[in-house]
């Protein structure tokens, strides 16, 4: 099956995490908007009236499934391409972990817009500071904390055990997003979560990892993204 992927084009964003997931697969996909059809096909189907259509990118296109919403698309695909334990009980447990990493991402947007998404940054810088202190006060530490907390309880190779799920790859993105945007409080913090930090290399030494970061596939991390590098937040 050739999936279709449907996101925004000039970001990483949400979608890359699916990215990330359909590359480390070797599937073939197509990232739609980033092609011909641009985001109109994308805005297309959002808008469309009856039946079920997504309320907001990504979305996956699985033949006849349409698939919304980050984590629930991954539900899909680790079960379909080795990316996820076999038993409901293990598939159930990765499934929860991303959900988790959901509420982390979230948060970390919330870093620089933290009084809504409408308004600019420049709107918003105050309350950006303010909450960036409390993020790396109090977030950080809880969020990856609890799983380099799971990494040494499995024994340090990847979160659930020895085999990769897609949760492993949503952290090695959680890492290189927080390296970008926070290059100076990540390096301080790294030695708090060495685990997660050796879980990030070994993610980005995978070959089919290795070549997609390599490629012009990996659009590069930028102020439109979640992670957003502000000099002033990095104190």
């Known amino acids: 099956m050739k999936y279709e992927l449907y996101y925004w084009p000039e970001i990483q964003g949400r979608g890359e995490y699916v990215r990330l997931a359909l590359e480390e697969a070797g599937t ?77 991402v979230l948060e970390i947007h919330d870093t620089h817009h933290p009084l809504g998404p409408s308004l600019y940054y420049e709107d918003a810088r105050p309350a950006a500071k303010k909450r960036t202190e409390e993020f790396w006060k109090e977030r950080v530490p809880k969020y990856l904390g609890y799983f380099e907390e799971l990494l040494d309880g499995n024994g340090g190779v990847y979160v659930t055990g020895r085999r990769l799920t897609y949760v492993d790859l949503s952290l090695f993105q959680i890492v290189d997003g927080l390296r970008y945007a926070f290059p100076k409080r990540m390096k301080a913090f790294e030695k708090e979560v060495p685990g997660l930090v050796n879980l990030h290399d070994r993610v980005a030494a995978r070959p089919n990892i290795a ?16 992670f957003r590098r502000y000099k002033e937040l990095d104190v």
């Open 211 to 226: 070549a997609y970061l390599e490629s012009d596939r990996r659009i590069p991390f930028n102020e439109q993204g979640i």
């Open 28 to 104: 073939a996909y197509v990232d739609v908007a980033r092609g011909p059809r641009g985001s109109s096909a994308m805005m297309k189907m959002m808008d469309a009236h009856g039946g079920t259509p997504p309320f907001a990118p990504p979305f996956l296109k699985a033949g006849k499934l349409v698939i919304g919403q980050t984590a629930n698309i991954l539900l899909y695909l680790g079960s379909r391409h080795g990316l996820a334990p076999k038993t409901e009980a293990g598939r159930l447990w990765v499934h929860q972990l991303q959900l988790t990493i959901a509420d982390f």
